[in-house]
């Protein structure tokens, strides 16, 4: 052992390897069986001879099926169910299990069943052993995730489940502030104060209205690749670039149909326009 640990041989010259013990440990189970022995119920036979001898064909042994698994769990324990879901420690190691299957559960108490063999799933019941819900086990994120592995989405999953986890408490609160609303009394104030607010919404509205006219005429002028820098903020710039959108649909359209007629774009609609060859 010290020679392993001071990295002198290499571990394979004292320990098996797990292929290697997996093999050994099969040799040792048929020797046993295999071997003859003395006690008072197999009486010199060996566990082979007495199964070939003494089995029943018509009465074969009970095998636990898949719906009976959580009986075999180890760790049977009753937990209160948290905005965070279950959390619970078994040794060093902690697991928590968490998601929208038991977002309707929160301040209640339940009886869980875990099985170290499958800790990816937590089973929970309530306290009569009825209702069993199956829920996943939420996974540690580094906080490294964006630069070591940043496709691989675990930090949107983990974020679902502590969204789906807290869906139920919003969906009770909407529906609880819905019917019974807060009773408010209406504030008084003076005609200049109610005036100035008036002033300030209607600027404010304004601004709002502004800006999303603007970045819609950003983004028609984007498309058709003319400079954000051209663009005023004035009802010509805007029917100028429905026009241009328009001229540039009607193109493709002609381009897909065949040849187009000629048309004719009204820039200013107070004037009247007469093309070239139709005057009177």
Request: with cysteine.
């Amino acid at each position: 052992m010290a020679e392993v640990e001071a990295r002198k041989v290499h571990p394979s010259k004292y320990f098996y390897s797990y292929e290697d013990w997996h093999k050994r440990f099969g040799e040792i189970v048929n020797q046993y069986n295999a071997a003859p022995q003395q006690g008072r119920i197999l009486g010199g036979l060996s566990p082979d001879a007495a199964l070939a001898k003494f089995a029943d064909a018509d009465d074969p042994p009970m095998q636990f099926s898949a719906g009976l698994r959580y009986i075999l769990a180890l760790d049977k324990r009753t937990a209160k169910i948290t905005l965070n879901g279950i959390t619970f420690q078994v040794g060093k190691q902690k697991f928590n299990y968490r998601g929208e299957e038991i977002a309707h559960l929160v301040g209640q108490d339940v009886r869980t069943w875990f099985d170290p063999e499958n800790p990816e799933t937590l089973v929970v019941t309530d306290m009569q052993r009825r209702n069993p819900i199956c829920v996943a086990r939420s996974k540690e994120v580094s906080a490294l995730e964006c630069l070591t592995d940043p496709d691989s989405g675990r930090l949107a999953q983990e974020l679902r489940r502590v969204a789906g986890q807290a869906s139920y408490m919003k969906a009770r609160f909407t529906a609880v502030k819905s019917k019974f609303p807060m009773p408010q009394r209406r504030a008084l104030a003076d005609v200049r104060t109610l005036q100035l607010g008036q002033q300030i919404e209607e600027q404010n509205t304004a601004r709002k209205e502004k800006t999303v006219r603007v970045d819609r005429m950003r983004r028609q002028a984007n498309r058709m690749d003319i400079p954000s820098v051209m663009l005023d903020d004035d009802p010509e710039t805007q029917r100028g670039l429905e026009l241009l959108a328009e001229a540039e649909r009607e193109h493709q359209r002609g381009c897909e149909q065949g040849p187009a007629t000629p048309h004719v774009y009204q820039l200013d609609p107070n004037k009247t326009f007469n093309p070239k060859g139709n005057e009177s």
